[in-house]
């Protein structure tokens, strides 16, 4: 085809420019409803979900999904995402929407590319990202309960060790309060024992050198005979 596709640009207003139609015939139908009639014509049929049999190392990368999920363009090469970039070229992306319909209805048709095929292109996308959406789903489900899993063992394990811990603690001020008791028992019979000294003592020296009770004996002068 020599011309471009924006060549090919018509007028949906059927007022301008025309003789007015006589009462009794029937208007011709806008872009509009010829594009409502298309779309109803190539309504969604229910069928199995597009499989990847690839797998898609960048998931922010559509193109990557479409090709995994084996979505190839049709013959003609007009595709929704070609028929997005026509809507949005500068040549008709400021016209009215029937405008652009019209535009890229007459180009297709130019090309022999059904508006049909351009629809199940559409479809056969959307289907295909519905379907990734659910395996990413479906994977960050099994990620997050794989994950809690580990946490309820690592908590476990977490407890388990602090309860070890603070037995050993326990264990250690046991000791400890045991090594007390048995020393403040010892204490109390040692200062017995030095009261029985220093009674036996005092009966011979005048100043008593023995430390009947104090905590540490202290060097005592030498003792004087009376």
Known sequence: ??????????SVDESAG???QSEGTPSPPTAAQAVADIARSVAPTP???????????????????????????PAHGFTIEKVGEMLRSEHIRSMPRDVKRSSVLVALEAVGAPIQDVIQDAMKRDQALDTFESVQEKALNQL??????????????????LAEHRSRIQANNDAVAKEKE?????????????????????YFVA?????????AATPAPAAKPE
């Open 47 to 73: 069928g199995p979900p597009p499989t990847f049999n690839t797998p898609v190392s960048n998931p922010a990368s559509f193109a990557e999904i479409y090709q995994a999920a084996e979505i190839h363009p």
């Open 144 to 161: 997050e309960a794989q994950k809690q899993q580990e946490n309820q063992e690592i908590q476990a394990e977490l407890d388990r060790v």
């Open 18 to 20: 025309r003789p007015e």
């Open 1 to 10: 085809m020599s011309k471009k596709w924006y060549n090919l640009f018509v």
């Open 182 to 202: 048995r020393f403040f028992a010892w204490r109390l019979k040692k200062q017995e024992e030095e009261q029985k000294i220093a009674d036996a003592v005092s």
């Open 207 to 215: 100043d008593n050198p023995i430390s009947a009770g104090a905590h």
